[in-house]
């Protein structure tokens, strides 16, 4: 039986996507202290990978396709195929920066001021070509992990990736420039994606991926209305498309369910209460295709 390699992302975003494949249809198990995911289709295999590690692991074909950032894509240097854009992280859904950053009391205020300065990463090669880009000479040196506490005395500045910016916070650093916008990407090797049932496997995953992060910004509407008071009511309420409208079985109402944006519900409800609507129920979705 054919089968599709996918590289499951360990670490910060392992919980994260975990949670998003189940809102996907995909049952994904993580035993402890084991690298073999299981999941609930047959026709996948699991493993779990680094995110760092993950584009030079699908672009040199051991994995067929793989969820990591666009910012370890740009490191490896691997040419993998970007199937579609994942914006979610460990904690929000908005896109993660690579920041410059140094202590608040630091006398640098650019990446001028970096000339013959030690800078601690885990991008060496990112933070190399920014250096390069405004000829600026200066150590680089790879960070294996708490990068924040390093400056002033380890390093006089760091180039990390943040969130929310409060773990710079807490150590007392300041953002000088931002280095670079990532987000999740859903790659693949080149040659698995020519091979026919692996594109539609990765296919149908991205599809589905999508939709969950799209059902996250939506939520479904369902109310009733006197026939009297219909046409004035669907002027009042958008729809991603026209939504559904049903009669009530022996009686002059209508039943409507349509699909809003969630950031405008707060606002839609006490419209809608106004032009007569009755039994306005709000529900969560977990996919929005299409």
Known sequence: MPLL????PKGSLQDTTQEMFAKAGYKVSIRSRSY???IDDEEIECLL???QEMARYVGEGLMDCGLTGLDWIKESGE?????????????????????????????????????????????VGMTERYLAQHGVTAKVEFSWGATEVKPPKLADAIVEITETG?????????????????????????EAYQDPFKKKKIDQLALLLQAVLEAEKKVGLMMNIHKDQLDDLITKLP??????????????????????????????????????????VEYALNKVVG
């Open 36 to 38: 073999y995911p299981s």
């Open 166 to 190: 409060s773990s710079l916070k807490a150590n007392n650093l300041r953002i000088v420039d931002i280095l670079l916008e990532t987000t999740t990407r859903f790659i693949a090797n080149k």
């Open 239 to 280: 729809a991603m498309n026209r939504p559904t409208i049903s009669p009530l079985y022996g009686s002059d109402y209508f039943a409507i369910n349509t699909v809003v944006d969630e950031h405008a519900v707060r606002e839609m409800i006490p419209d809608l209460l106004a032009a007569g609507a009755e039994g306005i």
């Open 79 to 123: 040419e993998v195929v970007e199937i579609c854009e994942l914006v979610y992280g460990k904690v929000g859904r908005k896109p993660l920066r690579w920041v410059l950053a140094v202590p608040q009391d630091s006398e640098i205020k650019s990446v001028q001021d970096l000339e013959g300065k030690r800078i601690a990463t885990e991008a």
């Open 5 to 8: 390699k996918l590289g499951f």
């Open 49 to 51: 990978i680094r995110a």
